[in-house]
């Protein structure tokens, strides 16, 4: 495990961050690579279904995280979560899960779901760290390269 991060700020997503967060997406192959009007429509409180988006950083520093959930009470699915690669392992990823159950619970979800790529094996050890168990599996489910989903869910209490 690498050095806890010292201290870690989560706040809503702006649109001044959408530079910075497709510039970590796109350093990362795991990462879903939106275009930024999928990113600005998160953003946007009138968009139905509604989106909660959240990003982090390090004390004074830019954005280093974010994460995207749709909302469909009582259940939302978890979209995207992603911590830039210098980063990692160093309870990011955790901090903003957590802020973001918090949002979901106080908008009335008690369910989180998600797909990953079966090959995402960094990922689903992190839900599940998380608390995330499998609930199933989608075969062919992406593309490009094509390959399965892994379901994750967990309750929101
Ligand atoms: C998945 C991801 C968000 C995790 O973020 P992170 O800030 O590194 O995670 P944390 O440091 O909070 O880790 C919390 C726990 O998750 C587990 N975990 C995290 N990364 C892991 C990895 N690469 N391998 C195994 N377990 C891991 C560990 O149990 C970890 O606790 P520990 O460090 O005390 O052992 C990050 O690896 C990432 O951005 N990956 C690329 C994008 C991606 O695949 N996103 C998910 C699909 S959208």
Redo the contacts with the bound molecule.
Sequence with gaps: ??EPAAEIQIRRMAAADLARVMEIAAS?P???HWPQSDYERALNPEWTPRRIALAAAEQESCVQ?FTVARLVPPQAE????????G???????????HALAGELRSAGVRELL?E??AS????Q??????GFVETGRRTGYYADPVEDAVLMGRKIR
């Design positions: 495990m690498n990362l795991d990462a879903p995280g978890l979209e995207t979560i992603t911590v830039a690669a980063c990692q392992r160093r309870g990011m990823g955790r901090r903003l899960f998600l990953v790529r995402n094996r960094a990922a050890e992190f839900y599940r760290a998380l």
